[in-house]
């Protein structure tokens, strides 16, 4: 009888020191968990840089009304996958980088601070986070006066957005304008940004932050690529009956296709990487 009690009392010991064991493993991990640190990226700016699935359109299927049109943000998040990060130390010493795409179409510097969305973007950033500014676009549109904004607001805008990136402790990279699908002449891509693709690059010396030149890098890269393959890979131009969201087709040289968005992405992260690289921590 003792020894059936004793055998008993020993399981029951076993399987409560088990459970706890088992709930302090647990319990690690969450407070493991909890300790991991992430490096915000913030990313602000017009419709090349948005993310048009998840709630840009609250309610809708993005499959459905919007795709294939994706915005370079839109894909920027993989580049920081667990192994690339290891490249990115000591200038990114976090356990993992959480690309957060604030941008939004059709706005310019000052719709998109007078809308809101840059104090949503200044109350959440955290130190050592980073802010990516990529405008002119709609700046530079004199025939939409609603978003329209001259050179000096356009600065101006600027200037704040960094001002207040530093304010907060986080890093402004400023980036000019990615190249529209035109003009081309005599095989190549050209500039259709006039003054707003240098105001950015002025503003970022002035300030002492670094810059990527998205607009010249991104004209190179589509000419390498020609006029055609560029039209019908890169940009919005749909034949009819293919996508739900176009069933008419669609003509537009400013927007991107997935492919299009992936190529944009990958010349911003390897701008960006060696940006990061040279930072003094």
């Known amino acids: 009888m003792k020894k059936s009690i004793y055998k008993t009392v020993s399981f029951l010991f076993s399987v409560i020191l088990l459970s706890a064991c088992q ?50 943000g839109q894909v920027f998040q993989p580049f920081f996958a667990k192994d690339s990060i290891e490249t990115l130390k000591p200038a990114i010493n976090t356990d993992s980088v959480a690309v957060i795409d604030r941008a939004h179409g059709g706005r310019s510097t000052r719709t998109f601070f007078q809308e809101g969305r840059w104090r949503y973007v200044y109350e959440h950033l955290q130190p050592n986070d980073y802010v990516i500014m990529q405008f002119g676009h709609n700046d530079g549109s004199e025939k939409h006066p609603e978003r329209y904004v001259n050179i000096q607001g356009y600065k101006e805008f600027l200037r704040l957005f960094v001002s207040q990136t530093k304010q907060k402790g986080g890093n402004p990279v400023i980036v000019t304008p990615v190249a529209r699908n035109y003009p081309w002449k005599d095989g ?66 400013t927007h991107f296709q997935p492919e299009g968005a992936k190529i944009v992405a990958s010349l911003v992260y390897q701008e960006f990487k060696n940006i990061i690289k040279t930072q003094k921590k």
């Open 23 to 72: 709930s302090q493993d647990r319990a690690k991990k969450t407070i493991s968990k909890q300790n991991k640190k992430v490096t915000h990226i913030y990313l602000i700016g017009d419709s090349t840089m948005a993310d048009y699935t998840g709630d840009y359109d609250p309610g809708k299927d993005y499959m459905k009304v919007r795709y294939p049109i994706a915005g370079w």
């Open 188 to 253: 190549k891509l050209e500039n259709v940004h006039g003054e707003y693709w240098q105001a950015p690059i002025d503003i970022a010396k002035e300030m002492n932050v670094p810059y990527i030149d998205l607009n010249k890098l991104s004209m190179e890269y589509f000419t390498k690529k020609g006029q055609d393959f560029t039209t019908s890979h890169y940009f919005m131009n749909l034949p009819e009956n293919t996508y739900e969201a176009y069933p008419k087709g669609q003509k537009d040289n």
